[in-house]
């Protein structure tokens, strides 16, 4: 191990410190926690995680958040595509002030657009729906997947079109059955930025929810700050929000620095 | 890539522009319309000109805002480009360690930014949390709940914690993407490390910073869930950032105008920087 390792070394531990003091926390009891300051759990406790799994309103919150974030992820990543491939490789109209009007969006501060989007999706009718927050999110993560995706597409030769065109494919049958698995890692990484950036925002998913989809982690602060401070609990519900992210690292972990790089590199 | 004139390109985009257009093109619509208006209620309207944002520019409560705002952006983009660098540099780049370490790295950039705030809480808590009690152990008082330089620190750290690895993923990409001849030819030429990196990595790292500092400075700008999660704004208003003096005056008080005024004045700073810095770093790219 060479010294110039102790960086990224002591990097890592230092962003799992605090993992660690949540996931400390969580399966401590309550007289534990306000006891006094313990560097391990004394007395293991389940009770915590047993209470979020038992109670509707904690793990309907769960399942709200995946839902949007699923029904999300396919649209964003589904409308991007063949918006991406227009801009990899066609010339028309306007396109660059399309794709520069497309990335102010993402420029956009969410505070700005809550207001105006509770009362949008109170007149559509979808206010509290799965739905609502699914489509309020697109307003980012679409002009994020367009920008990914076309990165990885225009690493693709246009000779790869011509040939398939000249061997007398029709578009689609193309796109769906070359195209797309030529650029499969490029849609994988576009659908866990969507994932991601779906999943951790919260200032538009709170503001477009009250009760039926209620995210898991907005419900968290709210009974943190109504039913007196139960911090075992919440850093129970904390723990648990980390599995999907986890879980979707995991898939991409091959391409992650070329995606953060949105696939330009 | 050449490209070929089709104007049926417009067919292909056309779902993105509507999505984005319905939720985009909307709502500001909306702002654009409460920003020139006074509401007493009940739907009705007069119309009132630029007085809000007359108001808006000249009120000291946005001033000192947008000051912080500042303040906070350039402290935590001062830290964390460097930083990341540093640590991309010094990762390993091949072998068997490098997927633990970008997992690893990436895990802080999927939590939900509210749990984010609420972890900070936790571990900055002056008896029980790891770092408020390290602290005061060392004869440091500290209390973030009250004093205004204690909440700084725990944010900015809290957010170096959250946003560094963004940079380090970035900048691991640029270094990996650079081809060992580069290296070899500088083995050759018996060049120092310091030669290396100015001459050969840090050209090379030219387009991922770029978007490293774009990034980190937009998010930066509009950081709200954390901070609202772990100091409220608080002690006093000494962490009330731009985005949560936006939402106190929108959906805590209904003020429709101001509210109005301050979001297009806030969104026009953003673009504005943002065009400003992209433009120079691609202008002197094409030179």
């Known amino acids: ?265 | 890539m050449r490209k070929t004139a089709n104007q049926l390109g417009w067919l292909f985009v056309l779902p993105v522009v509507a999505l984005v257009a319905f939720n985009a093109v909307i709502p500001l619509m909306t702002v654009v319309n409460y920003s020139v208006q006074e509401s007493f209620g009940d739907n009705v309207f007069f119309w009132s000109g630029v007085r809000w944002f007359q108001e808006i520019l000249t009120s000291s409560r946005f001033h000192e805002a947008l000051l912080r705002q500042i303040l906070f952006t350039a402290i935590v983009l001062a830290i964390e480009i460097p930083l990341g660098l540093a640590i991309a540099l010094a990762m390993p780049r091949r072998g068997p360690w490098v997927s633990v370490c970008l997992v690893l790295m990436a895990l802080p950039l999927l939590i939900p930014w509210n749990v984010v705030g609420a972890m900070w809480n936790i571990m900055a808590l002056p008896e029980i949390g790891l770092l408020g009690k390290a602290i005061n152990a060392l004869g440091i008082t500290y209390n973030y709940t009250r004093q205004p330089v204690a909440a700084w620190f725990t944010i900015v750290l809290m957010d170096v914690w959250h946003w560094t690895s963004l940079v380090v993923l970035l900048c691991f990409a640029g270094l990996v993407s650079i081809p060992d001849a580069y290296y070899q030819a500088a083995r050759i030429d018996a060049a120092r490390p310091w030669a290396v990196f100015r001459y050969i990595q840090l050209p090379k790292l030219r387009y991922v910073l770029t978007i490293a500092i774009l990034l980190r400075f937009m998010d930066s700008f509009m950081i709200y869930t954390e901070v609202v999660v772990l100091t409220g704004g608080g002690p006093g208003n000494s962490t009330t950032f731009l985005s949560i003096d936006l939402v106190k005056t929108a959906l805590g008080q209904f003020d429709l105008g101001p509210a109005a005024a301050m979001s297009i004045v806030y969104f026009l700073i953003i673009l504005l920087l943002s065009w400003l810095f992209y433009t120079l770093m691609t202008r002197n790219e094409a030179k």
Request: a positive charge; glycine letters at 6%.
């Open chain 1, 1 to 265: 191990m060479r010294a110039r390792y102790l960086v990224p070394t002591i990097y890592i531990i230092f962003l799992l410190l605090p993992i660690y003091w949540l996931l400390n926390m969580s399966f401590k009891t309550t007289n534990e926690i306000l006891g006094g300051f313990t560097l391990w759990p004394h007395s293991f406790t389940l009770e915590n995680y047993r209470t979020i799994f038992t109670d509707p309103t904690w793990y309907n919150g769960y399942i709200a958040s995946i839902e949007y974030v699923v029904i999300n992820t396919i649209l964003s990543v589904a409308v991007a595509l063949p918006a991406a491939y227009a801009f990899s490789r066609y010339r028309f109209l306007g396109d660059k002030h399309l794709f520069f009007w497309l990335l102010t969006n993402r420029m956009a501060p969410p505070a700005v657009f809550a207001l105006p989007f509770y009362q949008l999706y109170s007149a559509v009718g979808l206010f509290d729906t799965p739905w609502a927050v699914a489509l309020a999110h697109t307003l980012f993560n679409i002009p994020l997947a367009v920008w990914i995706l076309e990165g990885f597409m225009s690493g693709v030769p246009k000779e790869l079109d011509e040939t398939a065109y000249v061997d007398g494919y029709s578009f689609w049958h193309f796109f769906i059955r070359i195209f797309m698995p030529t650029i499969a890692a490029g849609i994988g990484v576009a659908c866990f930025f969507c994932f991601m950036f779906s999943w951790v925002e919260l200032l538009l998913a709170k503001t477009l929810t009250s009760v039926a989809a209620k995210p898991i982690a907005a419900l968290m602060t709210k009974t943190a700050s109504t039913s007196g401070y139960q911090l075992g609990l919440l850093a129970a519900a904390g723990s648990l929000t980390l599995i999907p992210g986890a879980v979707v690292i995991y898939f991409v972990r091959n391409y992650i620095a070329k995606g953060f790089a949105l696939g330009r590199v």
